[in-house]
């Protein structure tokens, strides 16, 4: 009698030991899959602080839908309107300067830009400066959808039409997210543009047209031969 009761008290103590156990190992597991949650969480936040894998998406003037970076940082440009990125502080790592030649108002500040050939650009070139970026100027005939399909292999790639100075730097300020900086640039030309207009106190109505003429290559040289 008293085994029996000695082996139905130890049955029992097994039996709430290995309760316990099972209800531990039970609370264990919620607790671990916190932690690897919390962890998740903290390193997605951490990504998108940083802004080094954001984008967004844009539409550009020929339709194209490109994912592109939020924050880009090493920036091709091609066309001949280099003074609209840097009026929004913006300086590319590449850019076209054969095209804006001797034309250039502001020759230091296209200091640590590379140049990367003609409107549609130097693919070698280009590609050596790893750009995260690519605007392709597609406000002329010369716009060619193949060198489009190509720049677009080397890194997102967005189209845009030469509109007006104002129009430009909207759009650059939409795809840079430097709308701030587009609104206040406008709007300080807007001023300066009035002030230099009372200072010439022009009667109403008087219109003006201003005439670049540059020496083609070819009438330098012709010029050497005849002297």
């Known amino acids: 009698m008293k085994a029996t009761r000695k082996l139905g008290t130890l049955t029992l103590m097994i039996t709430l030991i290995g309760a316990l156990l099972s209800a531990c190992g039970s609370q264990a597991e919620p607790s671990t899959t916190t932690a690897e949650a919390k962890s998740g969480e903290s390193t997605t936040s951490t990504q998108a602080e940083s802004g080094q894998s954001e984008t967004k998406s844009y539409t550009d003037s020929l339709g194209h839908t490109v994912e592109i970076p939020v924050n880009a940082k090493r920036i091709i440009f091609t066309g001949s309107d280099l003074g609209d990125l840097l009026a929004l502080d913006v300086k590319p790592v590449g850019a076209a300067l054969g ?101 010439l106190d022009l009667p109403t109505g008087v219109t003006a047209s201003v005439f670049l003429q540059l020496p083609h290559p070819s009438f330098s040289s012709l010029a050497k031969t005849c002297t």
């Open 99 to 199: 095209i804006i030649g001797d034309q250039i108002a502001y020759p230091e500040l296209l200091d640590g830009i590379e140049d990367v050939g003609d409107l549609q650009g130097d693919l070698e070139k280009i590609t050596s400066l790893s750009p995260d970026l690519i605007l392709l100027d597609a406000g002329g005939s010369y716009y060619e959808e193949n060198q489009y399909t190509l720049l677009s292999k080397i890194a997102p790639t967005v189209t845009y039409d030469r509109l007006s100075t104002n129009e430009r730097v909207k759009v650059f300020g939409d795809i840079l997210g430097k709308e701030q900086a587009a609104e206040d640039w406008i709007e300080t030309y807007a001023e300066q543009f009035e002030q230099v207009r009372n200072q």
